[in-house]
């Protein structure tokens, strides 16, 4: 029934439930049990401890304690309260009926933008959407290169110019071939940083205010914990996001960054990446997601 929650946490609910009727003391237990594995799981303290107040709120009310299967019903509350601060559920590109659509992706170096072109124009090709990808990372000397390759790997056209140094231009550019072109969706590779610097934020807000992108993702590795939040709270102050992709969750890590980039950015995760591969990029189920963090 709660697919969700893990077999481990289930046992040790059920463990309560054996000791007769619920009482506050061991509903708790069960509630410290639900804190530990989320912050193992990497959600950041504060947003655990929001989430532990909301769940005590409600499952402190007399519903639990009177409720013919308190521990059940403990699972219930625990479950909904996660799913809905996952959600909503929102995985559209929001594609418009006339003229490209402008994607606009944003992230750390290394986060898997580049990457993350590649998969979006998959999946857009699958659906018969015609992209094309601009090179709008001037900063890393091989982004370039890098989107040409992913290109060519794809059959999916890409805009760049070698010696433009003005990232708006670029994209500019290579809106107007894109609508030449008939492309449907253009996806705009832009430039990061190891780390958040007014100069990289600067220039995004140039091309956000300029090209005004029709939607803006941030991209964000899952594996990089804690400097996913502080990095996501970074872009979300500079810019408008509409959603954000959390990548590398193929890896050992359990996710629960992903909990606190949604809290701080409050926009819908709309996919995960799980590999290296371009097939390798997953709509956001939050009962999957749920799962993982408490596991
Ligand atoms: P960018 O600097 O943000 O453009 O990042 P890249 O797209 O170059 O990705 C950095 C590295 O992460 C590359 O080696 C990618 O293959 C890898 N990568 C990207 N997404 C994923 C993913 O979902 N899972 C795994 N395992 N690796 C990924």
């Known amino acids: ?19 007769g009727k619920l009482s506050e003391g ?33 499952a402190l009310g007399k519903r639990v304690l009177l409720s013919l299967r308190p521990h059940e019903e403990l699972v219930r509350i625990v479950h909904d309260e996660l799913i ?9 590109l929001h594609l418009k009926q006339e003229g490209p659509t402008i994607i606009m ?12 072109c590649g ?14 990808l601009v090179a709008a990372d001037l900063q890393r000397p091989a982004a370039i290169e890098q989107l040409h390759v992913i290109g060519r790997q794809l059959d ?6 070698a010696d433009n140094k003005n990232p708006v231009k670029v994209c500019q550019n290579g809106i107007a071939k894109a609508k030449a ?45 804690q400097d996913a939040v502080n990095s996501a709270g970074a872009f979300n102050d500079a810019l408008e996001l509409n959603g954000v992709i959390m990548t590398k969750l193929d890896g ?31 709509p956001f189920r939050p009962e999957g997601m749920a799962s993982r963090i408490l596991q």
Do not use: W
């Not at 809905?84 to 559209?92: K, R």
């Not at 992706?105 to 993350?116: A, H």
């Not at 999916?156 to 110019?161: D, I, K, L, T, W």
């Open 1 to 19: 029934m709660f697919d969700s929650l893990s077999e481990g946490l289930q046992s040790a609910f059920k463990s309560l439930s054996g000791k």
């Open 26 to 58: 061991n509903m708790r237990d069960g509630l410290e049990i639900v804190k530990t594995s989320m912050l193992e799981a990497d959600v950041s303290y504060s947003v655990v401890q929001d989430f532990m107040d909301h769940v005590t709120e409600k």
């Open 84 to 92: 809905s601060i996952l959600g909503p559920v929102d995985s559209s």
């Open 105 to 116: 992706l944003c992230g750390l170096q290394g986060s898997g933008k580049t990457t993350t």
């Open 119 to 132: 998969k979006l124009s998959q999946l857009l090709k699958e659906e018969n959407v015609k992209p094309m």
């Open 156 to 161: 999916v056209p890409v805009y760049s110019e």
């Open 181 to 225: 072109e008939g492309a449907r969706v253009v996806i705009l590779d832009t430039a990061g940083r190891l780390a958040i610097d007014e100069e990289l934020m600067g220039e995004l807000q140039r091309i956000d205010k300029k090209v005004a992108p029709d939607q803006v993702y941030l991209v964000v590795d899952g594996m990089t914990g």
């Open 252 to 282: 050992d890590a359990r996710g629960g960054a992903l909990l606190s980039v949604k809290h701080v950015t409050g926009v819908p995760v709309k996919f995960i990446g799980t590999g290296e591969h371009f097939d390798a990029l997953e």
